[in-house]
């Protein structure tokens, strides 16, 4: 059982565009929500993180926004470029216990120059 | 600069030998833990570990095997391997207590051949 869906599986964009990556969780004891970007070759490196309390996070061109009515969080890379193109994955964490993160399929960005 | 290191970083072996796949971090985390990933493709949760001594299978069944004698050190062991093995293991780490995220390795392409 999933217990974070990620959408889309894949997304291709032209350089200057917005893409937009969609996670959906049901757990509400989740209170920690990450993104994580992979390069072919690499490990998952943290890229941006949220939690509950507020609605929208900020860090350069990256930005998660965040439903907790709705349970869904959503990546927005702004003026995305070639080299963004990666496989991004949101996750999720409950604050007690092991903390351990739950993470989404993953989503392969493209961006076209 | 990475603080979880993994070695070696490709590996070629024959059907039926035996492998250890190292993982090392210095940051003195508690958990550590192993993935399983086709390139690109969802992160799989094979094994798990809260600290000395202490070991968990994860989500995906895996005939692996792994050990926690040092809280630094966590390989990853294969008795017998199979080209079903072929695939690329991550290692992560993460402090206890809170919700911080993980540190990813670089990886281990494995092909059995």
């Known amino acids: 059982q999933q217990q974070v869906k990620q959408s889309p599986q894949s997304l291709i964009v032209q350089k200057g565009g917005i893409p937009i990556i969609n996670c959906a969780y049901e757990?509400?004891?989740?209170?920690?929500f990450p993104w994580y970007q992979q390069f072919p070759g690499k490990g998952p490196a943290l890229l941006i993180a949220i939690r509950p309390d507020v609605s929208e996070k900020k860090e350069g061109r990256f930005t998660i926004s965040f439903n907790k009515s709705a349970k869904q969080f959503s990546l927005h890379i702004m003026d995305s470029q070639p080299g963004d193109s990666a496989t991004y994955f949101c996750a999720a964490s409950p604050q007690t216990g092991a903390n351990n993160l739950f993470f989404g399929t993953g989503t392969r960005l493209t961006v076209i120059p | 600069e990475a603080d979880i290191y993994q070695t070696p970083r490709y590996l070629v072996i024959g059907t039926g030998k035996k492998i250890t796949l190292e993982c090392s971090q210095t940051m003195g985390h508690d958990k550590m833990y192993w993935y399983q990933q086709d390139p690109g493709m969802e992160l799989h949760l094979i094994h798990y570990?809260?600290?000395?001594?202490?070991?968990e299978k994860g989500d995906l069944s895996s005939e692996s095997t792994v050990s926690r004698i040092r809280t630094e050190h966590f390989p990853l062991t294969l008795e017998s391997a199979r080209p079903s093995h072929t695939s690329q293991y991550l290692c992560a780490s993460s402090p206890w207590g809170g919700n911080y995220g993980y540190t990813f390795g670089s990886g281990t392409r494995l092909t059995v051949v």
């Open positions: 570990s809260y600290g000395v001594n202490s070991t």
């Open positions: 757990n509400t004891a989740f209170d920690y």
